[in-house]
């Protein structure tokens, strides 16, 4: 596709078209710039409100954010989309230019190729197919929509909220559009997702031959020691709806050129995905006291908590909507990584249902153009039925 083709808007475009044009636009993690100009190209000519900004500094900004409502009669209900248009680089070794979408094979089972086909511009234009069917009347429909997902995460869609909550544009119900889908559309959809906290350890001893310990103090064995002891941790046997959580030593580094030298400190890494009978901080703490015995210290980036929309209405008319469209029944799941679902969770109910997730992030990552149409027809019919309240 000529990347200097003109912005397609819906409802005249096909989903395929929608999505071709958004994955046309490189933008790798942290996004700015074409490919927001493309999205709201699609929005604006469908009667929505379109808000842009750049939220922080570098290394991890500026990001670009962007906001669109479309507002229905007054006291209506609002239903919100939510979504990322940063992607993460592509890496070599494609069949066709990543940022260069091409479709192949036979009529009805076309598939779209290209950076960020699943994750997740594709999801994106079938959200934009969607709410052009929607009428107006039928109520507020609004995209939450962020450069910085696949990055840090800290400019992007906590910046966004900041924005709904100062207009009071808060949403009674929330999708966010990641591909959750396993083996096929519909099969699966996320209610919840596990918390995430990556701990920093550190432990400082003194320098030495290594012929004289005794005029030196090793930090090896003593971090050594405390990761033992962390890696004994059972922290729990899971619960009804997540799996167990588990804690993960991912890296130790001491930098020590020396064969014969004892070193003067040493680094450990760790990370700990957990399930609602935790908090970051608690097991930050729990994490820090075992560091402290060890003579150490312990840093703590909690990425987020863990959350359950607990299921009821919102996902009886997600299921509804799927097996509607594809006949599958949707298995509700809060297994995987995190998403800004974590961050979303604090401003209405959220579920996560999107496309096959088997090649995202993967070199020639692709869509089927039939889910991409199929995956529309869904976002429109779980609409309706939210706005109907």
């Not at 450990?268 to 015995?293: C, K, P």
């Not at 509607?324 to 809060?334: D, R």
């Amino acid at each position: 596709m000529d990347q200097t083709a003109p912005l397609i808007a819906a409802p005249s475009a096909s989903v395929a078209d929608l999505a071709e044009a958004l994955m046309a636009c490189p933008s790798v993690t942290p996004a700015t710039g074409s490919v927001f100009d493309c999205l709201e190209g699609q929005l604006a000519p469908l009667g929505f409100e379109v808000t842009r900004f750049l939220a922080g500094e570098a290394p991890d900004g500026p990001v670009e954010n962007l906001f669109a409502i479309r507002r229905g009669p007054a006291g209506a209900r609002h239903f919100a989309y939510a979504g990322h248009l940063d992607v993460v680089p592509p890496g070599e070794g494609w069949t066709s230019a990543p940022f260069l979408p091409e479709r192949r094979g036979p009529e009805g089972q076309e598939m779209l190729y290209g950076r960020g086909a699943v994750d997740m511009k594709g999801s994106i234009a079938a959200m934009v197919a969607a709410a052009g069917r929607v009428p107006q009347d039928a109520g507020t429909i609004s995209f939450i929509i962020t450069g910085d997902e696949e990055g840090p995460a800290r400019f992007g869609t906590l910046a966004l909220i900041d924005l709904m909550r100062e207009r009071g544009d808060i949403p009674d119900l929330c999708l966010v559009g990641e591909p959750t889908s396993v083996n096929r559309l519909g099969d699966m959809m996320k209610v919840g997702r596990r918390g995430s906290v990556n701990i920093w350890l550190e432990v400082e001893g003194q320098q030495g031959h290594v012929a004289y310990p005794h005029l030196a103090d090793n930090p090896i064995t003593r971090l050594v020691a405390m990761l033992a002891e962390l890696d004994a941790i059972v922290l729990d046997e899971g619960t009804d709806w997540f799996q167990a959580s588990n804690l993960e030593i991912t890296d130790v580094s001491c930098g020590n050129p020396a064969t014969n030298v004892i070193p003067a400190k040493v680094a450990a890494r760790i990370s700990i995905r957990f399930n609602d009978l935790h908090t970051g901080e608690s097991l930050s703490e729990r994490v820090a006291q075992i560091a402290q015995r060890h003579g150490g210290t312990a840093r703590p980036v909690i990425s987020g908590e863990a959350f359950l929309t607990q299921p009821g209405a919102f996902s009886t008319m997600l299921a509804d909507a799927i097996r509607a469209e594809t006949g599958v029944e949707p298995e509700l799941s809060t297994s995987g990584g995190t998403s800004d679902a974590r961050f979303l969770k604090d401003l209405s109910p959220v579920i996560e249902f999107g496309l096959c997730n088997a090649t995202m992030h993967k070199r020639d990552e692709a869509v089927a153009v039939a889910d991409l149409d199929a995956l529309a027809r869904i976002f429109e019919r779980v609409t309706l039925a939210a706005l109907a309240g």
